[in-house]
């Protein structure tokens, strides 16, 4: 279990960004957070990978604060993609997914870190890229290196920051499958902030709708997203519909 108690963070000298936040996620289970620009979503999501730590509250996997993991640890068991896909290290994109099992790797890359590597370049359709520069490619491509390799590190947790927006839709729909199926498949706990109500409304299991240093709603995605919620945190009137097969969100006009 993935959970957040009484979260606070504010930046030196600056605002609160949120406060007294309460989230949990359990194995197989993929979490969204959602809610308008400048709310701390990304934040957040740091602040469960470590990267930021919260003024206040604590983050707890498998009922122990993150904290108390090593580096290492922390490594193997959280697996991060960040929203920030731009151009870095010129390094092959074989060379980057390769990175993913560095916790893993003592000496030099075994035969299987190699198998896995090469198993997750192929699902994620990026075969014919594997020996260009990272820096060669669009940022959809980019996107999808970044996920294979926080996927290779066979992480416990899966931290994805709007992992769907550098990509055109039919990829958008073929990432979110891969990883709805990978989060339920491996039992793993899935947390990703994407901004498509309807898309993180078919996808999501649970839902964390944050509102500027406001109350939040946390819960099954049934029980956070509907219509009030969308009108009260997005001040959009809209209306949750289904055709049958997939619900999406059926927004009609701003609230004034």
Same mark, same amino acid.
């Given at each position: 279990?993935?959970?957040?108690?009484?979260?606070?963070?504010?930046?030196?000298? @600056?605002?609160?960004?949120?406060?007294?936040?309460?989230?949990?996620?359990?194995?197989?289970?993929?979490?969204?957070?959602?809610?308008?620009?400048?709310?701390?979503?990304?934040?957040?999501?740091?602040?469960?990978?470590?990267?930021?730590?919260?003024?206040?509250?604590?983050?707890?996997?498998?009922?122990?604060?993150?904290?108390?993991?090593?580096?290492?640890?922390?490594?193997?068991?959280?697996?991060?993609?960040?929203?920030?896909?731009?151009?870095?290290?010129?390094?092959?994109?074989?060379?980057?997914?390769?990175?993913?099992?560095?916790?893993?790797?003592?000496?030099?890359? @075994?035969?299987?870190?190699?198998?896995?590597?090469?198993?997750?370049?192929?699902?994620?359709?990026?075969?014919?890229?594997?020996?260009? @520069?990272?820096?060669?490619?669009?940022?959809?491509?980019?996107?999808?290196?970044?996920?294979?390799?926080?996927?290779?590190?066979?992480?416990?947790?899966?931290?994805?920051?709007?992992?769907?927006?550098?990509?055109?839709?039919?990829?958008?729909?073929?990432?979110?499958?891969?990883?709805?199926?990978?989060?339920?498949?491996?039992?793993?706990?899935?947390?990703?902030?994407?901004?498509?109500? @309807?898309?993180?409304?078919?996808?999501?299991?649970?839902?964390?709708?944050?509102?500027?240093?406001?109350?939040?709603?946390?819960?099954?995605?049934?029980?956070?997203?509907?219509?009030?919620?969308?009108?009260?945190?997005?001040?959009?009137?809209?209306?949750?519909?289904?055709?049958?097969?997939?619900?999406?969100?059926?927004?009609?006009?701003?609230?004034?």
């Amino acid at each position: 279990m993935l959970e957040g108690r009484e979260l606070s963070f504010r930046y030196r000298n @600056s605002e609160i960004i949120f406060e007294n936040i309460c989230f949990q996620a359990a194995p197989g289970e993929l979490l969204t957070i959602m809610g308008p620009n400048g709310v701390g979503k990304s934040t957040l999501l740091k602040c469960i990978n470590r990267i930021h730590r919260p003024c206040s509250g604590e983050i707890l996997y498998d009922q122990r604060n993150v904290y108390d993991y090593s580096r290492r640890e922390i490594g193997r068991l959280f697996g991060y993609v960040p929203q920030d896909i731009g151009g870095g290290m010129d390094v092959s994109v074989i060379e980057s997914v390769m990175l993913g099992r560095t916790p893993h790797i003592r000496v030099r890359a @075994s035969q299987r870190d190699k198998d896995i590597v090469f198993e997750m370049i192929e699902r994620l359709g990026l075969q014919r890229y594997a020996f260009r @520069s990272l820096n060669a490619l669009s940022g959809g491509e980019r996107q999808r290196v970044f996920l294979a390799r926080a996927l290779v590190q066979e992480p416990r947790v899966l931290l994805l920051d709007e992992p769907t927006s550098n990509l055109d839709i039919r990829y958008q729909l073929e990432t979110l499958d891969l990883i709805r199926k990978i989060v339920h498949g491996q039992k793993l706990i899935g947390v990703m902030i994407i901004h498509d109500l @309807s898309l993180a409304y078919r996808y999501s299991d649970r839902v964390l709708m944050l509102r500027r240093r406001a109350q939040t709603l946390s819960g099954q995605k049934n029980d956070v997203i509907s219509d009030e919620s969308i009108r009260d945190v997005y001040g959009v009137v809209a209306r949750v519909e289904s055709d049958g097969e997939y619900p999406f969100i059926n927004a009609m006009r701003v609230d004034r």
